[in-house]
């Protein structure tokens, strides 16, 4: 009887050694699984992580390297970096600075892009960014109809004529091609001036204003508005039926725009390809889009130019938008703060 005991639990000791052989060998072998699984997974994470990083940097990098409009930086700051130096010229644009500085509560400006659209960036972006509406009389008639009536109901087909900035496009198509134009106006405008949220309306600037088509389609928009606002001035002084506004009476007064053609051609076709908007032409785009462009010009410091408005007689509702010049050419955004 001791005999079967001893040999019974001797194979049971053998069996269950057997099996745990095989258990551990097999513990092994998934432990080894385990660990090559996670160190696999603790690779791919690190490498996932770090080309998350690199691709935000990139998109970061080529966001900064689009937007038109860059973020603020300190006034005085950017005095001391763009005018150094003892020179008349240095000293004087940094007493400018510091008038705007200390006496007109200007803290901060934002760099906008030094190109031919310039003048309608720093506008439009003030527009865009402030949320304010449609001006009224746009909201009174479809905009998207001024291409064709300008060419069907007053029989302009000298619009073909119409240049687009530096595309320099004219032809056939310049009516569809102002069609889409005048679409993303609209379309933009609409939809940025609903959005409520300060911090979402201006991710929503930062996306439009990163894009150059877009933006190009803009200012080719508010150029063609302009062109049609000087047609039915033209069109009310030869019929000679309600007063117009001065400012086209002055702008019509000038050699080079004695009409509406001559304005298109000599003008309009330019800015964004060779010229921005000069002093005239600032009046009719604060007149037409209903705000009150309030222009600091440091070249003429210390006199009764510094600060103008245009256009000079605007009325209370309107809103109002500055501007920061160094030479009337090209234009950055003040920031006020108090």
């Known amino acids: 009887g001791r005999h079967e005991v001893r040999s019974w639990t001797t194979a049971t000791?053998?069996?269950?050694?057997?099996?745990?052989?095989?258990?551990?060998?097999?513990?092994?072998?998934?432990?080894?699984?385990?660990?090559?699984?996670?160190?696999?997974?603790?690779?791919?994470?690190?490498?996932?992580?770090?080309?998350?990083?690199?691709?935000?940097?990139?998109?970061?990098?080529?966001?900064?390297?689009?937007?038109?409009?860059?973020?603020?930086?300190?006034?005085?700051?950017?005095?001391?970096?763009?005018?150094?130096?003892?020179?008349?010229?240095?000293?004087?644009?940094?007493?400018?600075?510091?008038?705007l500085f200390w006496n007109y509560h200007i803290k901060y400006l934002r760099q906008v892009r030094r190109d031919n659209y310039c003048v309608l960036r720093a506008v439009l972006f003030q527009i865009f960014s402030q949320g304010i509406p449609f001006p009224s009389w746009m909201r009174e008639r479809d905009i998207l109809k001024l291409p064709e009536k300008l060419l069907y109901s007053q029989g302009c087909n000298w619009i073909q004529q119409y240049s687009f900035g530096p595309e320099r496009y004219t032809g056939p198509n310049a009516f569809g091609k102002l069609r889409k134009c005048m679409e993303t106006l609209k379309t933009n405008w609409?939809?940025?001036?609903?959005?409520?949220?300060?911090?979402?309306?201006?991710?929503?600037?930062?996306?439009?204003?990163?894009?150059?088509?877009?933006?190009?389609?803009?200012?080719?928009?508010?150029?063609?508005i302009m062109l049609y606002e000087v047609v039915e001035a033209y069109e009310q002084i030869k019929n000679r039926e309600e007063p117009i506004h001065n400012l086209f009476s002055l702008l019509l007064a000038r050699d080079s725009s004695s009409d509406p053609l001559s304005f298109m051609m000599n003008h309009l076709n330019s800015i964004g390809d060779s010229i921005c908007l000069d002093q005239v032409e600032l009046f009719l785009l604060g007149y037409l889009l209903e705000v009150k462009i309030r222009v600091y010009r440091l070249h003429r410091f210390n006199t009764e130019e510094f600060q103008v408005n245009y256009p000079d007689e605007y009325r209370r509702e309107w809103n109002e938008i500055s501007l920061l010049t160094e030479d009337d050419r090209y234009y950055h955004i003040p920031l006020f703060r108090t």
Not at 42 to 64: H, M
Request: glycine share 2%; aromatic share 12%.
């Open 190 to 224: 609409t939809e940025i001036s609903a959005t409520k949220d300060h911090e979402e309306r201006g991710n929503m600037c930062n996306t439009l204003f990163s894009d150059e088509s877009k933006e190009h389609k803009l200012y080719e928009a508010i150029k063609f």
């Open 13 to 99: 000791k053998q069996s269950l050694s057997l099996m745990w052989q095989k258990v551990k060998v097999q513990l092994m072998l998934s432990m080894s699984f385990l660990i090559a699984v996670f160190w696999y997974c603790r690779r791919l994470y690190s490498f996932l992580a770090q080309l998350l990083k690199r691709w935000s940097n990139y998109l970061q990098r080529k966001l900064i390297r689009n937007l038109s409009v860059l973020t603020e930086v300190d006034l005085l700051g950017y005095s001391a970096r763009e005018w150094k130096g003892e020179t008349k010229q240095a000293k004087h644009m940094r007493e400018a600075y510091e008038e």
